[in-house]
């Protein structure tokens, strides 16, 4: 694995500017790697021993998935929105997980690691490479409760939701007295009032002059 600066730059420039969360999710992954014993988790062959879960979605989840490689689209990158500054680092391999959480106590401490900055966001960011891992974050040896359909690779299975006939994948259909249905028919749902409708321009494609 590359080294904490050149990761820093790195995951900073991906995700637009450089953060106290940028560090925070640097240091996190770094560390969650090599709590299960991944060197370079970009690396083909241990990407595929890789699943990460993380609870948030801010700067830190970005910094996360830009160190260890992982991706939604791969389904590596497990999102649950918790809204805590928090990520869990699965070894496919051996088993071995762990839950890194960013503490509290790490933000009234900047002062005393970084005291000639002045500034608080600059501060914290300064404090947050400098300070030992032990007052950066708390550790929790887990077990994950892993699904056959939670596994990176091909779709494992399909089936049609009863109501609207959408297809679902991967096991996210729900039961409800003895039909299947998707969640949107569940009313569990983040959008309300679905309604389908035509748009300008529905019957292009690409390679139509109409993409501009």
């Not at 106290?20 to 090599?34: E, K, T």
């Not at 060197?39 to 990407?47: A, F, G, L, N, V």
């Not at 700067?59 to 929105?81: E, N, P, Q, W, Y």
């Not at 974050?137 to 494992?156: E, I, N, S």
Request: aromatic residues 6%; contains cysteine.
């Amino acid at each position: 694995m590359e080294n904490f600066e050149v990761l820093l730059e790195a995951s900073a420039r991906a995700h637009g500017h450089l953060c106290s969360g940028q560090v925070v999710g640097v240091r996190m992954a770094m560390l969650g790697c090599r709590l299960i014993g991944l060197d370079d988790p970009t690396r083909h062959d241990q990407i595929k021993k890789l699943l990460v879960y993380v609870e948030m979605d801010r700067c830190t989840a970005d910094a996360v998935a830009h160190v260890t490689g992982v991706r939604l689209g791969r389904r590596s990158l497990k999102f649950l929105d918790y809204g805590i500054m928090a990520a869990t680092f699965l070894n496919l391999d051996t088993g071995a997980a762990y839950r890194i959480l960013s503490t509290e106590e790490a933000q009234a401490l900047a002062s005393r690691y970084a005291p000639e900055i002045e500034g608080k966001s600059a501060q914290q960011l300064a404090a947050y490479k400098r300070m030992p891992e032990c007052v950066l974050f708390k550790v929790q040896k887990v077990a994950v409760r892993l699904d056959d359909c939670d596994l990176p690779g091909p779709t494992r299975k399909k089936i049609a939701c009863s109501n609207c006939g959408q297809l679902v994948r991967d096991g996210r259909e729900v039961l409800v007295d003895g039909r299947v249905l998707c969640k949107p028919c569940t009313e569990q749902a983040y959008f309300t009032n679905a309604r389908e409708v035509s748009w300008p321009g529905m019957e292009q494609a690409p390679g139509d002059g109409g993409d501009a």
